[in-house]
């Protein structure tokens, strides 16, 4: 835990909005859930159709790159249209291939356009109404892309070229659209046939899991939650969703010990993890988006997992198509930043300078970055000295220079800059935390507990400086300041809000604090089997020395700040 960083120790859960689609009963009764179009219509012949003409794009905000990547596809349908010599699948490929682009960049109109006329030049192919029930399901167009999803399954039933997992992924796509059609008897049809195909379908489990939930039947429900975490969690990673949806069946039965540990163990999954299925054809669509925004999100995805060259080879893709991009080039100064490639970073910060003449993100990262190496700290303190004169009723730069004279070990040049701000700026958190830790850093842990007395009344929804409290009441060195008692209460309340590892952690160290030493090991056990292998080792390494620590009968103390750069900076972004 970083208590002195004001930023969320944890990512929320976003919550998607979901799309209400009214589905008549009259429209599930007349449904033919065997060609997906409605009995007293004749099955589609795509190749009796006339060519249907592709919609113009509203570019709105699109980046450029987005329009000209769409404008050189379409532009080499144009060409192969005026080769009269053409074959009829060399013009469905230039079709499928246009509304493949469209697809990527969640441009549904043209897509369905594009791959209605692959269709109709290449009746058979599977793969032209898969797509269209993709474009169609991105346009919440779920009759629409159950109906094309159905037609492809049928086709594809014929096609050698076909694998396993072009029929499992039907099936999955085909169950999904039905729940969301509320066909619910289909719904189970079809996963069932996923789950026949491959048991080991966590997707197929989960969602079978969902209709046995909403049927009553919760003893089949968990165990089909239950196969879904043993297929996520042999990847190492631990299912939010799929623990919650457990923790809510395992409620439903009166099982609250069950309860309580599923709802723990989501805390320590990702946050953005989604409950989905590898759809083949959509794989390597995805590989076709070269707008910056898609690229900086699959090159943060990368950085996450540790995979930095593959992030640098995306960065270097958007690059290429918007040069201009403060946030790619960012993005890469930290790659840089973390592999130690100082020179460089330093060139691409040099370029984020150029861009952004009077902005301050860039400066903040330079000086951080020169004020890592000890043999450049003096740089970072000219520059942010220089930026300071020339902004100085700016915060931001405040914040730099009192965090690099933080990190020289000069905390009364730290703590003067931020009284001041803090009392310049009293509606900001940062300066006042800042300040508070240099007080920490002077070995003056009274003055540090009137500083967050002072602040818990001006900010008394902040959860991460009631958070820093806690822990400081229970682990600190100067034995009169502890306070097990108000700490156990502080955390009590937090807990009740949000119930996450690092909350739970600080309460078995004010368990400890106050005696409970039994307690605390019960809780710390608990922690650790919420860990999986996607955790971060510290994590792990932590957990270990508080263990030691209270199986010798001793509450934990740390000094004030934590040693190291991840604990002794406070945040400079507010």
């Excluded at 969640?106 to 898969?130: E, H, T, V, Y």
Aim: a negative charge; charged letters at 25%; aromatic letters at 8%.
């Amino acid at each position: 835990m970083a208590p002195f960083n004001l930023g969320s120790t944890r990512r929320r859960l976003i919550f998607a909005t979901l799309f209400a689609i009214a589905v008549g009963a009259a429209l599930v009764s007349t449904w033919n859930f065997e060609t997906g179009l409605p009995p007293d219509s004749p099955a589609r012949n795509e190749s009796q159709t006339e060519e249907i003409p592709i919609p113009e794009t509203p570019w709105g905000r699109n980046a450029p790159e987005v329009q000209r990547h769409v404008e050189e596809s379409r532009k080499s349908l144009e060409e192969i249209k005026t080769r009269h010599d053409a074959p009829p699948i060399a013009l469905a490929n230039a079709y499928g291939q246009l509304g493949e682009i469209y697809l990527t960049y969640d441009l549904p109109p043209g897509a369905i356009a594009c791959f209605r006329n692959a269709s109709r030049l290449d009746p058979g192919n599977f793969r032209w109404p898969w797509l269209r029930a993709m474009a169609h399901y991105t346009a919440v167009e779920t009759a629409d892309a159950y109906a094309a999803m159905t037609e492809a399954l049928h086709q594809l039933e014929q096609d050698y070229s076909a694998g396993p997992e072009h029929h499992l992924a039907a099936r999955c796509f085909l169950g999904d659209a039905a729940l969301r059609l509320n066909m619910m008897d289909e719904a189970r049809r079809h996963f069932d046939e996923a789950i026949r195909l491959n048991p080991n379908s966590g997707f197929a489990h989960f969602r079978r899991g969902q209709l046995e939930s909403r049927a009553g039947q919760s003893e089949l429900s968990i165990q089909d939650f239950q196969d879904a975490m043993t297929q996520y969690s042999a990847s190492g990673v631990v299912p939010g969703p799929v623990c919650l949806a457990l923790a809510g069946e395992y409620q439903k039965l009166g099982r609250d010990a069950d309860a309580a540990k599923y709802r723990r163990l989501a805390e320590t999954g990702p946050a953005d993890f989604v409950v989905s299925y590898v759809n083949p054809l959509m794989t390597r669509i995805r590989l076709l988006n070269q707008s910056s925004s898609y690229l900086r999100q699959a090159a943060e995805l990368d950085v996450s997992r540790g995979n930095y060259p593959e992030a640098l080879k995306k960065i270097a893709t958007g690059l290429r198509g918007s040069p201009d991009s403060l946030k790619l080039r960012m993005l890469r100064v930290d790659i840089l930043m973390r592999l130690g490639r100082t020179d460089e970073a330093l060139a691409e910060l040099g370029e984020v300078r150029r861009l952004d003449v009077h902005g301050s993100t860039g400066r903040a990262q330079l000086c951080e970055l020169y004020s890592r190496n000890p043999a450049t700290r003096s740089e970072a303190l000219a520059e942010a000295l220089r930026w300071q004169s020339e902004q100085p009723n700016s915060l931001r730069p405040r914040l730099t220079l009192a965090a690099i004279y933080f990190q020289m070990e000069q905390y009364q040049q730290a703590r003067d800059i931020l009284t001041t701000s803090a009392r310049e700026y009293p509606q900001e958190l940062s300066p006042q935390i800042g300040l508070a830790t240099a007080i920490c850093a002077m070995g003056d842990y009274a003055a540090a507990v009137a500083v967050y007395d002072e602040l818990l009344p001006k900010f008394p929804e902040n959860a991460e400086l009631r958070h820093n409290l806690a822990r400081f009441l229970v682990t600190c060195p100067t034995e009169t300041l502890r306070d097990p008692a108000r700490a156990l209460k502080i955390l009590a309340e937090l807990i009740a809000e949000d119930n996450s590892f690092d909350l739970q952690e600080t309460m078995a160290c004010a368990l400890a604090d106050a005696g409970r030493i039994p307690e605390a090991l019960a809780l710390l056990q608990d922690l650790k089997s919420q860990l999986g292998a996607s955790e971060q080792f510290f994590k792990h390494h932590r957990l270990a020395d508080l263990e030691k620590s209270f199986e010798s009968g001793l509450p934990w103390r740390e000094d004030w700040p934590f040693a190291g750069a991840e604990h002794s900076r406070f945040n400079q972004t507010r």
